[in-house]
Nanobody, 124 residues
Framework: QVQLVESGGGLVQAGGPLRLSCSASGRILSTYALGWFRQPPGKERKFVAGFNWIGGSIYYGDSVTGRFTISRDNAKKSLYLQMNSLKPENTAAYFC?????????????????WGQGTQVTVSS
């Protein structure tokens, strides 16, 4: 079993930065893929960024490339999402996620474990 806990959400002005953290516990295998999704109110959950725990290949959703950076700390079993130049349309609940397959996927249904989410609100 894997537990994921996000933190770092909050209210930020447009153009500002915010850093999200995700602490993982339990049995994270080297074949897992981890990532971030976001879900605006009333909309579906969409892929933001992810990587394979071993190998480290990183993937980003189209709308965040160049502004968001995903990173990790293996020793702390932690995942981070640095978000810069935030826009009001980035307002959403952000979720940390893990899947037991080795490859990052961009569909939420292909992930096995989810955190409770952390709210990010960007004011204009």
């Amino acid at each position: 079993q894997v537990q994921l806990v996000e933190s770092g959400g909050g209210l930020v002005q447009a153009g500002g930065p915010l850093r999200l953290s995700c602490s993982a516990s339990g049995r994270i295998l080297s074949t897992y893929a981890l990532g971030w999704f976001r879900q605006p109110p009333g909309k579906e959950r969409k892929f933001v960024a992810g990587f394979n725990w071993i190998g480290g290949s990183i993937y980003y959703g189209d709308s965040v490339t160049g502004r968001f950076t995903i990173s990790r700390d293996n020793a702390k079993k932690s995942l981070y999402l640095q978000m810069n130049s935030l826009k009001p349309e980035n307002t959403a609940a952000y979720f940390c996620t893990a899947r037991s397959g080795a490859v990052v996927r961009q569909r939420a249904t292909e992930y096995d474990y989810w955190g409770q989410g952390t709210q990010v609100t960007v004011s204009s």
